[in-house]
């Protein structure tokens, strides 16, 4: 039934516009978030439109090919798929970087550790000064590549354990031409060797019975190796604050993002080896986000 309503929201000879219009009621009526903005992403995808071309064929009838691909895209997004895994793409840092199925698909939030490893960088120097930045668990790249965007004498290393992520990371470096980097597949810090100015990380914090309880564009599609930390949510800050005293120059920074209720206990893991935290970031919605910690 939903299928047969996702094809008429799209029919053939409806304009661009109204098609638009009807997929973010259908989405609204399915309690999809911001529905309006998911409909003329999808819309404008399907049709290989950015937002000025949409405006320009609003009034532009659809053909039936047309309205075939909008509907696909609609049942997508109707079984609670992310906008960002439909199109393979995601703003962060207003960097345009591609995902797939091996990555997460990088969040608004997770800004928050660049900001607090930038504000921590300048309060010890110029963003211009040559550093070495560690980046464990990088993903699709986007931490490290905010990093290097804004510090054009950083060179980084970003590890991780899928070679499918790794892929995508270098694949996004080579495209944004932010090439300072390698990118290693090891577990977190395994196979590296300091020092590193700055150590940053957006490991996976969700204990694992919580998996089953987050909304399902997470739960259904982001890889659990990526969101499972362990019974307490705390096994990959163990092994960052194991390995981070020995990588790390003096004076140098540890980031990373934590989950709700994390902040003492990953403070204590970070003060337990040396390493001194200071009052967490807050992200946009006013929780603590990144920790970051000096030796």
């Not at 668990?137 to 004498?153: D, F, R």
């Not at 705390?234 to 390995?243: D, G, N, V, Y």
């Amino acid at each position: 039934m939903k299928s047969a309503t996702v094809v008429c929201a799209a029919a053939a000879h409806d304009t661009v516009a109204a098609a638009r219009r009807a997929l973010a009621a259908q989405l609204r009526a399915a309690g999809i978030d911001i529905p309006a903005l998911d409909a003329r992403i999808l819309v404008g995808h399907a049709l290989s439109l950015d937002h000025a071309g949409l405006a320009a064929a609003a009034t532009r009838r659809l053909g039936a090919a047309e309205a075939a691909a909008i509907a696909v895209l609609a049942r997508r997004r109707l079984a609670h798929e992310p906008v960002a895994r439909i199109v393979g793409r995601k703003e962060f840092w207003s960097l345009d970087l591609a995902v797939d199925a091996a990555t997460l698909v990088p969040r608004p939030e997770t800004e928050t550790i660049v900001g607090a490893a930038l504000a921590a960088i300048e309060a010890r120097g110029a963003r211009t000064q040559s550093l070495r930045i560690a980046d464990l668990g990088t993903g699709c790249g986007a931490i490290l590549l905010a990093l290097l965007s804004e510090l054009p004498a950083a060179f980084g290393v970003g590890t991780d354990t899928s070679a499918s992520a790794l892929a995508v990371a270098r694949g996004n470096a080579r495209r944004l031409r932010l090439d300072r980097a390698a990118y290693v597949a090891t577990d977190l810090a395994a196979a590296l060797r300091g020092p590193f100015d700055v150590i940053v990380s957006n490991p996976p914090y969700i204990a694992s019975a919580d998996i089953a309880k987050l909304p399902p564009e997470v739960r259904l599609f982001d890889p659990h190796s990526a969101l499972d930390g362990g019974p307490d949510g705390l096994h990959f800050f163990r092994a960052i604050a194991a390995s981070a005293p020995a990588l790390l120059k003096p004076g140098g920074i540890v980031v990373v993002e934590i989950g709700a209720g994390q902040t003492e206990p990953v403070a204590a893991l970070l003060t337990g080896v040396g390493l001194a935290p200071s009052l967490p970031h807050a992200d946009l919605n006013g929780m603590p986000r990144a920790l970051v910690a000096r030796k």
